[in-house]
């Protein structure tokens, strides 16, 4: 059973290859203070229903950051769509959990250091879970999507 609110399937690059995805879900947030809580909720959820066999609190916690970094980060725009972010999980057959924020904002400024973070929270906390971090320009270039992803077993030291 198709979950309401999927978009249909598209292969992803898993951290072994290309895997077809196997279950996907995603859903829009507004820029309001609740959305990670949401997040959360919605993401704790998901991966209940898909029975992923990772770390399920972990990935939780993931989404929040994501979501909850993006409303904090982003510049909503005048419009409702700008005003919203995308949560996408997917889990592929290899069972390997792909999850994607997409903001308004095209631009990452400190990628690269955010994740090594001497305040140690947001992005360093997702790398601590276990989850590898990426992002990439929307097709659009309207926006931005953030992807982390994560695989069943120990997380990593």
Same mark, same amino acid.
Request: hydrophobic share 40%; charged share 25%; glycine share 8%.
């Given at each position: 059973m198709r979950p309401r609110y999927a978009e249909p399937a598209t292969p992803v690059t898993s951290l072994t290859g290309i895997a077809p995805v196997a279950e996907e879900w995603s859903r829009t947030f507004d820029f309001l203070p609740g959305a990670a809580q949401l997040a959360r909720l919605h993401t704790r959820t998901r991966l209940t229903m898909f029975r992923w066999s990772g770390n399920s609190e972990g990935a939780t916690q993931a989404a929040g950051i994501? %979501? #909850?970094? /993006? !409303? /904090?980060? /982003? &510049? =909503? #725009?005048?419009? /409702?769509?700008? +005003?919203? %972010? @995308?949560? @996408?999980?997917a *889990?592929? $057959? &290899?069972?390997?959990?792909? *999850?994607? !924020? @997409? &903001? =308004? *904002? =095209?631009?990452? +400024? &400190?990628? $690269?250091?955010? =994740?090594? #973070?001497q305040e140690r929270r947001g992005l360093w906390t997702l790398r601590r879970l276990g989850g590898e971090l990426s992002w990439f320009l929307c097709h659009d270039r309207v926006g931005k999507t953030v992807r982390a992803r994560m695989t069943p077993g120990p997380v990593p030291a």
């Amino acid at each position: 059973m198709r979950p309401r609110y999927a978009e249909p399937a598209t292969p992803v690059t898993s951290l072994t290859g290309i895997a077809p995805v196997a279950e996907e879900w995603s859903r829009t947030f507004d820029f309001l203070p609740g959305a990670a809580q949401l997040a959360r909720l919605h993401t704790r959820t998901r991966l209940t229903m898909f029975r992923w066999s990772g770390n399920s609190e972990g990935a939780t916690q993931a989404a929040g950051i994501l %979501v #909850g970094n /993006a !409303v /904090a980060h /982003a &510049d =909503p #725009g005048p419009t /409702a769509e700008d +005003r919203q %972010v @995308r949560l @996408r999980l997917a *889990i592929t $057959e &290899d069972h390997e959990l792909t *999850i994607e !924020v @997409r &903001d =308004p *904002i =095209p631009q990452f +400024r &400190d990628f $690269e250091q955010a =994740p090594a #973070g001497q305040e140690r929270r947001g992005l360093w906390t997702l790398r601590r879970l276990g989850g590898e971090l990426s992002w990439f320009l929307c097709h659009d270039r309207v926006g931005k999507t953030v992807r982390a992803r994560m695989t069943p077993g120990p997380v990593p030291a």
